[in-house]
Protein backbone atom coordinates (compact mmCIF):
# COMPACT_ATOMS: atom_id res chain seq x y z
CA UNK A 1 0.00 0.00 0.00
CA UNK A 2 1.43 3.44 -1.18
CA UNK A 3 0.24 5.91 1.38
CA UNK A 4 -2.32 5.90 5.20
CA UNK A 5 -3.77 9.01 5.24
CA UNK A 6 -4.34 10.08 9.07
CA UNK A 7 -6.95 12.21 9.83
CA UNK A 8 -7.81 13.58 13.16
CA UNK A 9 -11.35 14.60 13.51
CA UNK A 10 -12.84 17.15 15.79
CA UNK A 11 -15.89 18.60 15.80
CA UNK A 12 -15.32 19.40 11.69
CA UNK A 13 -19.24 17.91 10.63
CA UNK A 14 -19.81 20.88 7.84
CA UNK A 15 -16.27 20.11 6.28
CA UNK A 16 -15.72 16.04 7.11
CA UNK A 17 -17.50 14.49 4.20
CA UNK A 18 -16.03 17.02 1.76
CA UNK A 19 -12.18 15.92 2.75
CA UNK A 20 -12.98 12.57 3.02
CA UNK A 21 -14.62 12.28 -0.68
CA UNK A 22 -11.46 14.54 -1.91
CA UNK A 23 -9.35 11.72 -0.34
CA UNK A 24 -11.45 9.05 -2.36
CA UNK A 25 -10.93 10.89 -5.42
CA UNK A 26 -6.95 10.10 -5.23
CA UNK A 27 -5.74 8.41 -8.46
CA UNK A 28 -3.48 5.88 -9.55
CA UNK A 29 -2.30 5.38 -6.14
CA UNK A 30 -3.14 2.72 -3.32
CA UNK A 31 -4.40 4.20 -0.14
CA UNK A 32 -6.27 3.88 3.44
CA UNK A 33 -7.80 6.29 5.53
CA UNK A 34 -7.75 6.06 9.19
CA UNK A 35 -10.46 8.14 10.85
CA UNK A 36 -9.32 9.11 14.69
CA UNK A 37 -12.69 10.56 16.17
CA UNK A 38 -10.86 12.85 19.05
CA UNK A 39 -14.40 12.92 21.18
CA UNK A 40 -16.18 14.88 19.02
CA UNK A 41 -19.39 16.41 20.31
CA UNK A 42 -21.18 16.93 16.91
CA UNK A 43 -22.35 14.67 14.25
CA UNK A 44 -18.56 14.19 13.13
CA UNK A 45 -18.03 10.48 15.06
CA UNK A 46 -21.51 9.38 12.92
CA UNK A 47 -19.98 10.45 9.31
CA UNK A 48 -16.83 8.83 10.62
CA UNK A 49 -18.80 5.78 11.27
CA UNK A 50 -20.84 5.70 7.90
CA UNK A 51 -18.02 6.03 6.08
CA UNK A 52 -15.82 3.32 7.69
CA UNK A 53 -18.77 0.92 6.78
CA UNK A 54 -19.17 2.43 3.40
CA UNK A 55 -15.64 1.65 2.41
CA UNK A 56 -13.34 -1.31 3.36
CA UNK A 57 -10.10 1.17 2.85
CA UNK A 58 -11.56 3.37 5.94
CA UNK A 59 -11.37 2.60 9.37
CA UNK A 60 -12.50 4.51 12.78
CA UNK A 61 -11.68 4.61 16.21
CA UNK A 62 -13.06 6.49 19.05
CA UNK A 63 -11.56 7.92 21.46
CA UNK A 64 -11.70 10.65 24.55
CA UNK A 65 -10.79 14.17 23.84
CA UNK A 66 -6.85 14.79 23.88
CA UNK A 67 -6.09 16.70 21.24
CA UNK A 68 -4.92 16.53 17.80
CA UNK A 69 -1.62 15.29 18.58
CA UNK A 70 -2.35 12.43 20.40
CA UNK A 71 -4.97 11.57 18.11
CA UNK A 72 -2.34 11.51 15.22
CA UNK A 73 -0.41 9.04 17.50
CA UNK A 74 -3.42 6.90 17.43
CA UNK A 75 -3.27 6.93 13.74
CA UNK A 76 0.45 6.30 13.48
CA UNK A 77 0.26 3.07 15.77
CA UNK A 78 -2.28 1.66 12.84
CA UNK A 79 -0.96 2.91 9.29
CA UNK A 80 0.53 0.19 6.70
CA UNK A 81 1.16 2.41 4.22
CA UNK A 82 4.68 3.10 2.22
CA UNK A 83 4.33 6.84 3.16
CA UNK A 84 2.08 8.59 5.84
CA UNK A 85 -0.10 11.98 5.45
CA UNK A 86 -1.68 13.48 8.23
CA UNK A 87 -4.76 15.50 6.59
CA UNK A 88 -6.58 18.31 9.04
CA UNK A 89 -10.43 17.22 8.87
CA UNK A 90 -11.56 20.31 7.10
CA UNK A 91 -9.14 20.91 4.12
CA UNK A 92 -9.43 18.94 0.59
CA UNK A 93 -6.85 17.53 -1.45
CA UNK A 94 -6.58 18.17 -5.12
CA UNK A 95 -7.15 14.24 -6.87
CA UNK A 96 -3.53 13.81 -8.07
CA UNK A 97 -2.15 14.86 -4.58
CA UNK A 98 -0.93 11.81 -3.59
CA UNK A 99 0.14 10.10 -6.84
CA UNK A 100 2.49 12.70 -7.80
CA UNK A 101 3.80 12.91 -4.11
CA UNK A 102 3.96 9.25 -4.18
CA UNK A 103 5.83 8.90 -7.47
CA UNK A 104 8.05 11.95 -6.49
CA UNK A 105 8.98 9.85 -3.36
CA UNK A 106 9.26 6.28 -5.32
CA UNK A 107 11.76 8.28 -7.79
CA UNK A 108 14.66 10.01 -5.07
CA UNK A 109 13.69 7.22 -2.48
CA UNK A 110 12.71 10.15 -0.31
CA UNK A 111 12.18 10.20 3.61
CA UNK A 112 9.80 13.44 3.00
CA UNK A 113 7.83 14.70 0.42
CA UNK A 114 6.32 18.12 0.61
CA UNK A 115 4.13 20.25 -1.83
CA UNK A 116 2.04 23.68 -1.72
CA UNK A 117 -1.14 24.47 -0.99
CA UNK A 118 -3.45 26.91 -1.55
CA UNK A 119 -5.47 28.97 1.42
CA UNK A 120 -9.10 29.35 1.27
CA UNK A 121 -11.09 31.36 3.85
CA UNK A 122 -15.02 31.23 5.10
CA UNK A 123 -16.06 33.86 2.30
CA UNK A 124 -14.05 31.79 -0.48
CA UNK A 125 -11.26 34.29 -1.11
CA UNK A 126 -8.58 32.53 -2.56
CA UNK A 127 -4.95 33.34 -1.26
CA UNK A 128 -1.37 31.73 -0.89
CA UNK A 129 -1.06 30.84 -4.74
CA UNK A 130 2.87 31.42 -5.04
CA UNK A 131 4.03 28.33 -6.46
CA UNK A 132 6.69 27.63 -8.65
CA UNK A 133 5.08 24.14 -10.34
CA UNK A 134 8.25 22.92 -10.27
CA UNK A 135 10.42 20.11 -8.13
CA UNK A 136 13.53 20.02 -6.10
CA UNK A 137 15.38 17.37 -4.57
CA UNK A 138 17.45 17.93 -1.14
CA UNK A 139 20.03 16.50 0.50
CA UNK A 140 19.79 16.13 4.51
CA UNK A 141 20.91 20.27 5.23
CA UNK A 142 19.32 21.52 2.68
CA UNK A 143 16.01 19.66 3.70
CA UNK A 144 17.01 21.77 7.02
CA UNK A 145 17.54 24.97 5.79
CA UNK A 146 14.58 25.46 3.39
CA UNK A 147 12.37 23.68 6.26
CA UNK A 148 13.58 26.32 8.96
CA UNK A 149 13.55 29.60 6.36
CA UNK A 150 10.15 28.30 5.43
CA UNK A 151 11.36 28.36 1.72
CA UNK A 152 9.02 26.20 -0.02
CA UNK A 153 8.61 23.99 3.08
CA UNK A 154 6.13 24.87 5.82
CA UNK A 155 5.66 23.61 9.19
CA UNK A 156 2.31 22.14 8.73
CA UNK A 157 2.10 18.39 8.54
CA UNK A 158 -0.50 18.37 6.41
CA UNK A 159 1.72 19.63 3.43
CA UNK A 160 3.73 16.17 3.63
CA UNK A 161 4.10 12.87 2.88
CA UNK A 162 6.12 11.10 5.47
CA UNK A 163 8.55 7.23 4.94
CA UNK A 164 6.56 5.20 7.61
CA UNK A 165 9.57 2.92 8.06
CA UNK A 166 11.96 6.33 8.86
CA UNK A 167 9.24 7.05 11.55
CA UNK A 168 9.15 3.79 12.76
CA UNK A 169 13.10 3.20 13.00
CA UNK A 170 13.76 6.35 15.03
CA UNK A 171 10.41 5.98 17.14
CA UNK A 172 9.26 9.42 15.95
CA UNK A 173 5.34 10.31 17.00
CA UNK A 174 3.66 13.34 18.62
CA UNK A 175 3.93 15.04 22.25
CA UNK A 176 0.85 13.79 23.52
CA UNK A 177 -1.60 16.15 24.85
CA UNK A 178 -0.02 18.76 22.78
CA UNK A 179 -2.80 20.97 21.20
CA UNK A 180 -0.68 23.58 19.71
CA UNK A 181 2.64 23.49 17.74
CA UNK A 182 2.25 19.71 17.63
CA UNK A 183 3.26 19.65 13.96
CA UNK A 184 6.43 21.73 14.32
CA UNK A 185 7.36 19.73 16.70
CA UNK A 186 6.72 16.34 14.84
CA UNK A 187 8.26 18.17 11.69
CA UNK A 188 11.74 18.98 13.36
CA UNK A 189 11.94 15.00 14.85
CA UNK A 190 11.25 14.43 11.00
CA UNK A 191 13.49 16.48 9.39
CA UNK A 192 16.68 15.82 11.70
CA UNK A 193 16.38 11.91 10.43
CA UNK A 194 15.66 12.94 6.26
CA UNK A 195 18.31 11.87 4.35
CA UNK A 196 16.08 12.76 1.00
CA UNK A 197 13.67 15.65 0.80
CA UNK A 198 11.92 16.25 -1.88
CA UNK A 199 9.32 19.44 -3.15
CA UNK A 200 6.85 19.07 -5.24
CA UNK A 201 5.86 22.99 -5.64
CA UNK A 202 2.56 22.94 -6.79
CA UNK A 203 -0.79 23.81 -4.89
CA UNK A 204 -1.76 19.87 -3.91
CA UNK A 205 -3.59 20.64 -0.65
CA UNK A 206 -6.55 22.83 -0.15
CA UNK A 207 -6.45 24.70 3.04
CA UNK A 208 -9.64 26.24 4.93
CA UNK A 209 -8.61 29.23 6.86
CA UNK A 210 -11.41 29.16 10.25
CA UNK A 211 -10.78 32.12 12.59
CA UNK A 212 -13.02 29.67 15.00
CA UNK A 213 -10.13 26.67 14.52
CA UNK A 214 -9.07 24.79 17.21
CA UNK A 215 -5.38 26.38 17.34
CA UNK A 216 -6.96 30.37 16.88
CA UNK A 217 -9.68 29.12 19.92
CA UNK A 218 -7.27 27.61 22.32
CA UNK A 219 -4.41 30.38 22.37
CA UNK A 220 -7.47 32.68 23.18
CA UNK A 221 -8.25 31.05 26.21
CA UNK A 222 -5.03 29.19 27.18
CA UNK A 223 -2.30 31.98 27.17
CA UNK A 224 -0.03 30.68 29.77
CA UNK A 225 0.12 26.88 28.25
CA UNK A 226 0.35 28.43 24.34
CA UNK A 227 3.46 30.27 25.84
CA UNK A 228 4.54 27.21 27.70
CA UNK A 229 4.36 24.85 23.89
CA UNK A 230 6.00 27.63 22.20
CA UNK A 231 9.57 27.56 24.56
CA UNK A 232 9.27 23.69 24.01
CA UNK A 233 9.02 24.24 20.52
CA UNK A 234 12.19 26.24 20.81
CA UNK A 235 13.91 23.90 23.01
CA UNK A 236 13.08 20.93 20.81
CA UNK A 237 14.41 22.69 18.60
CA UNK A 238 17.63 23.73 20.11
CA UNK A 239 18.25 19.93 21.03
CA UNK A 240 18.36 18.66 17.51
CA UNK A 241 20.30 20.63 16.03
CA UNK A 242 23.28 20.35 18.27
CA UNK A 243 24.84 18.33 15.83
CA UNK A 244 23.67 20.09 12.40
CA UNK A 245 26.24 22.27 10.49
CA UNK A 246 26.55 25.97 11.94
CA UNK A 247 24.85 27.24 8.89
CA UNK A 248 21.58 24.98 9.95
CA UNK A 249 22.17 26.12 13.24
CA UNK A 250 22.30 29.79 12.09
CA UNK A 251 18.77 29.30 10.48
CA UNK A 252 17.38 27.25 13.23
CA UNK A 253 17.37 31.02 15.23
CA UNK A 254 16.09 32.60 12.58
CA UNK A 255 12.93 30.38 12.36
CA UNK A 256 12.91 30.68 16.16
CA UNK A 257 12.82 34.38 16.39
CA UNK A 258 10.07 34.25 13.55
CA UNK A 259 7.95 32.20 15.71
CA UNK A 260 9.04 34.31 19.24
CA UNK A 261 8.07 37.04 16.92
CA UNK A 262 4.76 36.11 16.53
CA UNK A 263 3.86 34.84 20.05
CA UNK A 264 4.88 38.43 21.43
CA UNK A 265 2.25 39.70 18.91
CA UNK A 266 -0.06 37.62 20.89
CA UNK A 267 1.09 37.93 24.07
CA UNK A 268 1.02 41.63 23.86
CA UNK A 269 -3.01 41.71 24.09
CA UNK A 270 -2.23 40.04 27.66
CA UNK A 271 -1.00 43.02 29.73
CA UNK A 272 -0.71 41.09 33.29
CA UNK A 273 2.03 38.81 31.05
CA UNK A 274 4.30 41.59 29.92
CA UNK A 275 6.30 40.94 33.09
CA UNK A 276 6.74 36.94 32.60
CA UNK A 277 9.76 35.34 33.53
CA UNK A 278 9.13 33.82 30.08
CA UNK A 279 8.41 36.85 28.02
CA UNK A 280 11.52 38.32 29.29
CA UNK A 281 13.59 35.42 28.35
CA UNK A 282 12.20 35.47 25.14
CA UNK A 283 12.82 38.95 24.68
CA UNK A 284 16.47 38.64 25.98
CA UNK A 285 17.02 35.95 23.61
CA UNK A 286 16.14 37.50 19.92
CA UNK A 287 18.40 40.50 21.92
CA UNK A 288 21.27 38.18 22.27
CA UNK A 289 21.02 37.23 18.43
CA UNK A 290 20.69 40.69 17.63
CA UNK A 291 22.87 39.87 14.65
CA UNK A 292 20.68 37.54 13.31
CA UNK A 293 17.93 39.65 13.89
CA UNK A 294 19.51 42.43 11.42
CA UNK A 295 20.16 40.07 8.56
CA UNK A 296 17.34 38.15 8.17
CA UNK A 297 14.82 40.77 9.95
CA UNK A 298 12.38 40.92 7.17
CA UNK A 299 11.96 37.11 7.18
CA UNK A 300 11.28 37.08 10.84
CA UNK A 301 8.35 39.35 10.37
CA UNK A 302 10.38 43.12 11.60
CA UNK A 303 10.53 46.22 9.93
CA UNK A 304 13.32 48.30 10.01
CA UNK A 305 11.93 50.10 13.24
CA UNK A 306 10.45 46.94 14.40
CA UNK A 307 14.33 45.31 14.88
CA UNK A 308 15.27 48.54 16.00
CA UNK A 309 12.39 48.58 18.81
CA UNK A 310 12.80 45.34 19.97
CA UNK A 311 17.06 45.44 20.67
CA UNK A 312 16.92 48.64 22.03
CA UNK A 313 13.29 49.50 24.16
CA UNK A 314 12.57 48.03 28.00
CA UNK A 315 10.92 44.85 27.57
CA UNK A 316 7.41 46.69 28.89
CA UNK A 317 7.71 49.41 26.59
CA UNK A 318 8.23 46.94 23.75
CA UNK A 319 5.15 45.19 24.66
CA UNK A 320 3.28 48.48 24.83
CA UNK A 321 4.58 49.21 21.40
CA UNK A 322 3.23 45.70 20.32
CA UNK A 323 -0.24 46.35 21.52
CA UNK A 324 -0.66 49.44 19.84
CA UNK A 325 0.59 47.82 16.95
CA UNK A 326 -2.00 45.29 16.53
Not at 38 to 58: F, K, L, P, V, W
Not at 63 to 90: E, F, M
Not at 96 to 120: P, R, T, W
Not at 270 to 275: A, F
Request: proline share 2%; glycine share 4%.
Amino acid sequence: MDVSVIIPVYNTEKYLAACIESILCQVHVSFEIILVDDGSTDSSASICDRYAQEYNNITVFHIQNSGPATAKNVGLKRAKGNYIALTDSDDKMEPFMLHKMVSAGYEHDADIICCNYKQIDEQGRISHLNSTNQQYVLNHEEGLIHFFSKDKIYSQCWTKLYKRQMLTDNHIENDSGLRTDEDFIFNIRAFIHAKTTVIVDEPLYEYTHRSSSLAHAYYKKNISQYIDNRIQRVQVTQDAVQNETDTVREWSIVHIIMYYNELLGKVSQYPKYYSDKRIHDILRFIKKNKSTLNQHYHLCGFSKAGKYLITYLPNYLYMRYRKLKN
